[in-house]
């Protein structure tokens, strides 16, 4: 039968920590993922009723996307020791589906955007900035956008 009480020490650290290089995750996850759980570690023993505590304490420090991020390293880290009944649910969010209008650029502002870059000299960064709003792709497919003369 498992325990409901858990205790992390250095060693169970220390292992996620080499789990998580060894699975080739990226440093800075792995750097953010060891700041989280060492957060947790504050609270020494870890029961459902201290999880769920410290998912209120994060919404109440943390804007929602940073909690569940937290969340995630941490639920990671339990699964990784064998301790899946003590993870908790991701904070729930209601997904806007259009676009806040005050969050866009008015065709103006995107113009004066394109023309600062020109006149410092940037052409390519106007020219990306073209792309993007005419073809509406996504900034990290930019890359696979060719110049064929």
């Given at each position: 039968m498992l325990k409901n009480t858990i205790t992390i020490d250095r060693n169970d650290l220390e292992e996620f920590e080499r789990y998580l290089y060894e699975r080739e995750n990226a440093r800075?996850?792995?750097?953010?993922?060891?700041t989280d759980?060492?957060?947790?570690?504050?609270?020494?023993?870890?029961?459902?009723?201290?999880?769920?505590?410290?998912?209120?304490?994060?919404?109440?420090?943390?804007?929602?996307?940073?909690?569940?991020?937290?969340?995630?390293?941490?639920?990671?880290?339990?699964?990784?020791?064998?301790?899946?009944?003590l993870t908790?649910?991701?904070?729930?969010?209601?997904?806007?589906?259009?676009?806040?209008?005050e969050r866009e650029l008015t065709k103006g502002e995107f113009r004066r955007l394109v023309e600062a870059a020109r006149r410092q000299g940037k052409e390519q960064l106007a020219l990306c900035m073209e792309t993007i709003a005419v073809t509406g792709i996504r900034i990290s497919k930019l890359q696979y956008f060719t110049v064929e003369r």
């Open positions: 800075a996850t792995i750097r953010k993922y060891m759980i060492r957060t947790l570690c504050r609270y020494l023993e870890v029961d459902k009723r201290r999880m769920l505590l410290y998912k209120e304490w994060l919404l109440a420090h943390y804007a929602i996307s940073s909690a569940n991020s937290m969340l995630a390293a941490l639920n990671q880290f339990l699964k990784f020791k064998g301790y899946d009944f908790v649910k991701r904070i729930k969010t209601q997904r806007n589906l259009f676009r806040q209008e």
